[in-house]
């Protein structure tokens, strides 16, 4: 696989994302390419799979391209890369796009099925399935397509991590002489599998290209210059003095109980936060933290009481905003159409005009999100989009900040500033929950660590 | 030229989510105004241009031929699957409305996204259908002053649901940039 | 998609999809036509039994099936049974205006809606969904691009409809905070379905990208559901057809309204 001297650039955008890139992969190799969010990482590996500009429209040129004809990829979004409702009826799309006889699918099927550890009938509806458990189904997947390339664009991004360890061991023990091409951010789980790892930069330039131990060696300051995750990371997070003070109690929580299809999802007796305290909160995949969050603000179906200063509280707007969700997909938050009125509109309820402008600016540049104000708020990276989302928050003075999982999907560079502006949250009083799956940050920075474990919530460690 | 108008997968995908997240939202607040049926005043055809505003929009983000009638087939698909009703009157209704659409827009020859050509066919899409209910529905045999009420509410649904909203809608759309990724690059620019 | 409030499977299961919606288109021209309410009360109970016995659900969901049906039906109607045009007066209340007729016709118009209703929701409770698509591909020859389409949409609704969901939820929270004219009327409803289109949009392309790398075009295939027709169809054809005629011959012996036409 070979491209010479290519240029890309987006219809529609003013400058290139790539000029005069080259990039060589030999047969069998595995390449794993790693580069800060917005450096077209993913871009690259469309081109490289063929996708870009034949079906995403885009305009490339270069000297000479030597691509493998029909890859097989596996995208990171289970949501949006199945067509059909059953595990039988998915793979057979496939078969079927390659007009495999209908008397071998059920035999093929079951083969790739076994392949990648996924036992399951073929009857199997898809939307039952755990998040791992649809990306071994797109692993299968690729099997079927008997290509003899694998594009994976990262796959492991929406699992937690003991599930994407155990993803990348089952990829590698199929992945035999194919040669394989991968984009991920979380990397400590696949870092040392490959043979070669290239590093772009925020320009979309190749930086370096080497082995797994020299790029560790030779570029550690390119990486962590660039924000980029490597299995060393961790180094570089920033430190905090844990607040181990206890503030004035705000929320009690007493025999919390949450339904979920007749059944009963998670039950809490007794729990008390008080101010300024950095708490996590962990529990698998459907174990109902999620859930947890909406019960205490209101927004399900709960028996128990939940009570705030004081004053019981029955209904989310008693809360007033100050206690504040932030959501997993923070888009769905957003009201207004630039990235300036996001923040404003709560300003303005509080001060005067030019007041509200002022610390509407403050806030923004607070956030790192000054330079975007004038953007639609659904137009801005994912990382953006979070912080922002905790930005509307800042509006109201909350005094409990609830967020669930923001850290999610962001590299290393913006991941370390969340958690410095969720310290100084925290410096100045505000609680902060925060539902992570990050082994990292649950153990370093929280005074408090709750955990959901067999329907019940516990605190971990003895607690506080 | 030619490419342009041939449906590529992403237009007839999106052409159908496009309808199906107009169908959740239509039954979700459409339950409301079924309740004011029983008063026979037919407040519910107030809303009843939500049914085709579907092919209004999704005709303005990607103006080819066939796409509104696409439209109103998911459209008419969708309550099937969400409210579990296979209903043949809807699915007829609305590859009636969807003929409505397209034949207003074959007139503007897939081009024009002006204010207009939405509203022009929100109405033909709501006029279409009521030869078939005068039929279905025995219309002849009903007071007139409750017949112009019905034609009214429709006509002004179609106008101003189907047509005005809709245009609301794909201008709002624009701002946030996701038609980039259907090649509208142009239309961006100018609205920025 | 209903295996769990299946009880049995009858030979309806078996039919093919087109059968039913040409049967269906059918039956929508007939009931139309038929303007003798004592055959539409017939050929609505006939519809009613075959639901009944042929859809194989629990008991409790045909209960409530039929409840929201008749409910609905009625519901549909009264514009006509208050407004319509008669000459015998029962009721007159301002512009209320209940005649003999009026009711008769409005009745006659419910069971419309009832017939098909029910026609319907047997279908609905015997078809595999995504069997619609794949017999429409094989029997009828509409292209795949558009058939694929359709499934891949309809794995996306319930994505859409939590989606809806957290973000009324998430208003909830906000709506303390701001001024309502940012939140409510025009304003929040524009901004509410654009959030919900542009998430819808790029999942689509996302989802369109992910079909074509996986070699998925408009060319030759094979398909792993087949579908044909078979003695099955004439079976159903019959079914509608017998019910059809035989409620015309009852209808003439037991007749619950005084007129043959509802006109």
Redesign the interface.
């Known amino acids: 696989m070979e491209v010479v001297n290519m240029a890309l650039q987006?219809?529609?955008a003013h400058d290139p994302l790539f000029t005069d890139m080259n990039l060589q992969i030999e047969k069998g190799e595995k390449v794993l390419i790693v580069g800060p969010s917005g450096s077209g990482k993913s871009t690259l590996l469309?081109i490289l799979?063929g996708?870009m500009p034949?079906?995403?429209?885009a305009l490339l040129e270069a000297d000479h391209m030597d691509l493998p004809d029909?890859g097989?990829?596996v995208?990171q979004?289970p949501?949006?890369?199945?067509?059909?409702?059953t595990i039988?009826?998915e793979l057979?799309?496939?078969?079927?796009?390659?007009?495999?006889?209908?008397d071998d699918?059920t035999s093929n099927a079951l083969s790739a099925l076994e392949a990648v550890g996924l036992r399951k009938p073929l009857e199997t509806q898809?939307?039952s399935l755990s998040g791992g458990m649809k990306q071994k189904l797109a692993i299968a997947?690729a099997l079927l397509?008997k290509a003899d390339t694998f594009f994976l664009d990262e796959p492991t991004s929406m699992l937690d991590e003991n599930t994407a360890c155990s993803l990348w061991e089952m990829i590698q023990e199929v992945w035999e002489e194919r040669t394989v091409v991968i984009v991920e951010h979380r990397v400590e789980h696949v870092w040392f599998r490959v043979d070669r790892i290239i590093l772009l930069n925020d320009e979309g330039c190749i930086v370096a290209s080497a082995t797994p131990s020299e790029m560790l060696s030779d570029n550690r300051e390119a990486l962590d210059a660039l924000g980029v995750w490597h299995p060393h990371s961790w180094q570089n997070a920033p430190r905090f003095t844990k607040s181990t003070d206890n503030g004035a109690p705000l929320l009690q929580i007493n025999d919390l109980s949450i339904n979920r299809v007749g059944s009963e999802l998670l039950s809490v007796d007794d729990l008390h936060i008080p101010k300024g305290q950095w708490i996590t909160l962990e529990g698998e995949n459907g174990s109902g933290k999620s859930s947890f969050m909406?019960a205490v603000?209101k927004?399900m179906q709960t028996r128990g009481e939940v009570i705030f200063e004081d004053r019981p509280i029955r209904k989310?707007?008693q809360?007033?905003?100050a206690l504040?969700?932030v959501?997993q997909?923070p888009?769905?938050?957003?009201?207004?159409?630039s990235v300036f009125d996001e923040v404003f509109?709560?300003l303005?309820?509080h001060h005067d005009e030019s007041a509200a402008e002022k610390k509407t600016g403050q806030v923004l540049s607070r956030m790192g999100l000054s330079h975007i104000k004038r953007l639609?708020p659904?137009?801005i990276s994912t990382g953006q989009k979070r912080r922002l989302s905790v930005a509307?928050a800042l509006?109201?003075i909350p005094q409990i900040i609830f967020l669930d999982e923001p850290t999610f999907g962001l590299d290393a560079r913006h991941t370390f500033k969340l958690l410095e502006l969720i310290h100084e949250l925290v410096e100045d009083g505000t609680t902060i929950i925060m539902i992570t799956h990050d082994k990292e940050i649950k153990e370093r920075y929280p005074s408090r660590r709750l955990k959901i474990h067999n329907g019940m919530l516990e605190e971990v460690g003895g607690g506080v | 030229m030619k490419k342009r108008k041939a449906l590529t997968l992403?237009d007839v995908l999106v052409t159908v989510v496009v309808s199906l997240v107009f169908a959740v939202i239509y039954s979700v607040w459409g339950a409301f105004y079924t309740a004011l049926k029983p008063l026979g005043i037919h407040l519910n055809e107030l809303v009843y241009g939500m049914w085709f505003i579907a092919p209004v929009v999704v005709y303005l983000i990607i103006r080819k031929p066939g796409v509104a009638l696409i439209a109103e087939f998911a459209a008419a698909s969708a309550e099937t699957i969400v409210l579990l009703q296979f209903d043949v009157m809807l699915i007829i209704y609305g590859l009636i409305q969807g003929l409505a659409c397209e034949l207003v827009f074959a007139i503007v020859r897939y081009k024009s996204t002006a204010l207009m050509v939405a509203v022009s066919a929100g109405t033909a899409a709501a006029l279409s259908t009521l030869p078939l209910d005068w039929y279905y529905g025995y219309l002849a045999h009903l007071e007139t002053w409750n017949l112009i009420l019905m034609a009214g509410f429709r006509i002004l649904s179609g106008a101003v649901v189907a047509g005005w909203l809709a245009h609301i809608l794909y201008r709002?759309l624009l701002?946030?940039?996701?038609l980039?990724l259907l090649?509208q690059?142009k239309e961006?620019?100018k609205e920025a | 998609m209903f295996e769990s409030i299946k009880r049995y499977s009858t030979f309806i299961d078996r039919t093919n999809p087109l059968t039913k919606i040409v049967a269906a288109i059918c039956l929508f021209i007939a009931v139309v036509l038929i303007h003798d309410p004592n055959h539409l009360f017939h050929l609505s109970l006939w519809m009613l039994l075959l639901f009944l016995v042929m859809s194989g659900i629990e008991l409790k969901y045909q209960a409530l099936l039929i409840a929201v049906t008749v409910l609905t039906g009625l519901v549909s109607s009264a514009y006509m049974i208050l407004y319509g045009e008669g000459d015998t007066t029962l009721f007159e209340f301002g512009l209320v205006h209940i005649t003999e007729e009026s009711i008769v016709r409005g009745l006659h118009i419910t069971m419309r809606g009832l017939t098909l209703s029910f026609f319907g929701s047997l279908i609905i409770f015997t078809t595999r969904?995504?069997d619609v698509f794949y017999s429409m591909m094989q029997q009828a020859k509409v292209k795949p691009k558009y058939a694929?389409s359709f499934?891949?949409s309809?794995?996306?609704l319930?994505?859409i409809v939590n989606?809806f969901i957290?973000?009324r939820?998430?208003?909830?929270?906000?709506?303390?905070?701001?001024?309502r004219k940012?939140?409510g009327g025009l304003r929040?409803f524009t901004?509410t379905v654009v959030?919900l289109l542009?998430?819808s949009i790029r999942?689509?392309h996302?989802?369109?990208?992910?079909?074509?790398?996986?070699?998925?075009?408009d060319g030759?295939?094979?398909?792993?559901?087949?579908t044909r027709f078979s003695g099955y169809d004439v079976c159903f054809i019959a079914l509608i057809a017998v019910g059809l005629i035989a409620s015309y011959y009852s209808g003439q012996w037991i007749t619950p309204f005084g007129t043959s036409d509802a006109r």
Do not use: C, W
Not at chain 1, 54 to 57: A, K, L, P, Q, S
Not at chain 1, 79 to 85: G, N
């Open positions: 987006f219809r529609g469309n799979s996708l034949r079906v995403i429209d029909g097989a990829v995208f979004d949501d949006s890369q199945f067509t059909m409702p039988g009826e057979a799309f496939i078969m079927e796009n390659n007009q495999v006889h209908i699918m898809i939307s997947s397509q909406m603000m927004l989310t707007k809360f007033q905003g504040y969700p959501f997909n888009e769905l938050q957003f009201i207004t159409n509109i709560n303005e309820m639609h659904l137009e509307t509006g109201g | 992403t709002a701002e946030t940039g996701v980039k090649g690059y961006i620019e | 969904l995504t694929y499934m891949a309809i794995r996306m319930p994505v989606e957290t973000l939820r998430a208003r909830k929270v906000r709506r303390s905070l701001i001024s940012h939140i929040g901004s959030i542009s998430q999942r689509a996302r989802l369109a990208v992910a079909m074509e790398s996986k070699g998925f075009d030759a295939r094979t398909y792993y559901r087949q």
